[in-house]
């Protein structure tokens, strides 16, 4: 992840083969496919809440925003204007697969939920998971350690810290 003055920069890379995709809408349960999701609450202490970015191998995304898992709102195609999104899948004989997303943020997402733009030395509480929950082998990993008996991602009190450089 990057950010400039306009855009907060996400890239996965994933080392596996991109598992067969069910979901190719926007705002489909993309998490039941190969997924790779980023969760961020920009401004922590304002406690509104976080926005979860999740996206599988083919560039679909579900997007919300919210307190927690029950109480989140979908985000509309009009709050993501100016998202871009880039995908690429490779499979090498001999070397195996993977596959990448990324895309770039509109920091003025960020002006519209929490009240301000992200800024330079500003901390953020935020996590990069990877999932499958419906895959042929259900996985499920994350960047900051979630520490509950059963995965749970939505679960900010989990959010490591992100702190934006100058």
């Known amino acids: 992840m990057g950010w400039s003055p306009r855009f907060l920069y996400v890239h996965f890379r994933v080392a596996e083969k991109p598992a067969p995709v069910r979901y190719s809408g926007f705002q489909d349960p993309v998490y039941k496919d190969s997924c790779v999701e980023f969760f961020i609450d920009a401004c922590p202490e304002k406690k509104l809440g976080y926005v979860n970015f999740e996206m599988n191998s083919a560039g679909a995304l579900l997007a919300a925003f919210g307190p927690d898992r029950d109480r989140r709102t979908p985000l509309r ?39 301000r733009e992200i800024a330079a030395g500003q901390q953020a509480a935020a996590n990069f998971y990877k999932c499958g929950d419906e895959t042929p082998v259900p996985h499920y990993g994350a960047w900051s350690p979630v520490g509950t008996p059963a995965p749970d991602f939505h679960r900010p009190e989990y959010f490591g810290r992100l702190v934006f450089g100058r």
């Open 77 to 115: 195609t009009g709050d993501l204007a100016g998202l871009t999104v880039g995908r690429c899948q490779e499979d090498r004989p001999g070397v195996g697969g993977s596959w990448a997303v990324w895309y770039n943020v509109p920091l003025e997402l960020f002006r519209r939920l929490y009240g």
